[in-house]
């Protein structure tokens, strides 16, 4: 576990949204993406966990344009949802 106790803090808030879904989304994106992030993608990250889940899992899976405060490249990482393990059988193409 990381030491530093703001990252505990987001890595802890990402995956109690409240839903498993959204625990998956949300938590796996930090899992996998955090490691590389500075400060901006952690404030960025932060901002983005005082949304709504269902507005979050919407801008992920495409069904829902992102509000324009978090367009850029961690949205579009976000999107791709290539860090989310799904029971085998099931896929993460978006059609």
Excluded at 3 to 31: I, N, Q, S, W
Excluded at 34 to 58: C, H, K, N, P, T
Excluded at 61 to 89: K, N, R
Aim: with cysteine.
């Amino acid at each position: 576990m990381d030491a530093d106790p703001y990252r505990r803090k987001l890595h802890y808030r990402a995956h109690h949204r409240g839903t498993r879904e959204a625990d998956a989304m949300v938590g796996g994106f930090f899992d996998h993406c955090s490691a590389e992030w500075g400060e901006e993608e952690y404030a960025w990250f932060e901002r983005l966990l005082e949304e709504q889940d269902v507005d979050i899992m919407a801008w992920a899976l495409g069904t829902a344009e992102p509000d324009p405060s978090f367009a850029g490249p961690l949205m579009d990482q976000l999107m791709q949802l290539d860090f989310i393990t799904l029971p085998e059988g099931l896929s993460t193409h978006k059609s």
